[in-house]
């Protein structure tokens, strides 16, 4: 077994769906967990609750990624519970599907990109400057970034400059010893946009169709591949973006 034993990691957007199951995965392992939510604090507890049940240190720290000072607020809270940063997961983000380019807002465009594009940049920014050496950043992008979606512009467009960045980073903080990789998952069930299994059924038909194993990605999908980025298997793997889609090609 994989140990983030005397490891500190902090999970944007781990109230709920992925981000909960990373940050649990994480603590299972043996890490100290800073939970970040923006207005869900009930079930920020939840996981806090799960967390120390378990017999982990974690704390709850409330946040939203879109403002750059409540991100410098949640690495400052985190260094000040538990003196360092080791993992960084940029997960936090919004869904907005089944919208056609003639029809999004100038609305819809800003709320998508402030939390999703300039959210998990400067989460990624300060995470670069703070991560204790050897350590690991992990962006959480979207399928839709290597395969276009009909209704998903804003969405797929606001996931593509983070990863980009992944690229980027990789190369410029390498010699730290500290690796930046992202998780492209597809569609996940019991999550997102999906947590209500009726919701979407054209979409999700389509998605299935287009999965030669016949089912979305669940939460434990996503967090296998948490768990190794964030592990000293990947030390050397690093620039990289592993999908998690089941052989899906469309």
Do not use: W
Not at 54 to 81: C, N, W
Not at 186 to 198: E, R, T
Request: net charge negative.
């Amino acid at each position: 077994m994989n140990s983030l034993k005397n490891k500190v990691a902090i999970v944007t957007g781990s109230a709920r769906g992925l981000g909960k199951a990373i940050a649990e995965r994480y603590a299972a392992l043996g890490a100290d967990i800073v939970v970040n939510y923006s207005r869900d604090k009930a079930s920020a507890d939840e996981v806090v609750g799960n967390i120390k049940a378990m017999g982990g240190r974690v704390i709850a720290v409330q946040a939203d990624v879109s403002k750059v000072g409540d991100i410098g607020r949640l690495f400052s809270e985190a260094k000040a519970a538990f003196g360092k940063v080791d993992i960084v997961v940029a997960n936090a983000g919004i869904e907005l599907v089944e919208t056609p380019v003639t029809d999004f807002t100038e609305e819809q465009f800003d709320r998508v990109f402030s939390i999703n594009t300039k959210g998990s940049y400067f989460t990624m920014q300060q995470a670069a400057r703070q991560v204790e050496d050897n350590g690991r950043i992990i962006y959480v992008a979207s399928s839709t970034t290597s395969f276009p979606v009909p209704g998903m512009a804003v969405y797929g467009g606001s996931k593509t400059t983070p990863r980009y960045m992944v690229d980027v980073l990789s190369k410029e903080i390498g010699h730290r010893g500290v690796t930046v990789n992202s998780i492209i998952p597809f569609a996940v069930d019991h999550s997102g946009i999906f947590v209500d299994p009726a919701a979407y059924p054209e979409l999700r038909k389509q998605l299935l169709d287009s999965c030669p194993m016949g089912r979305l990605a669940e939460v434990e999908d996503v967090a296998n591949l948490a768990e190794f980025f964030a592990s000293d298997l990947s030390s050397f793997v690093s620039g990289q973006h592993l999908l998690v889609n089941g052989g899906a090609t469309n």
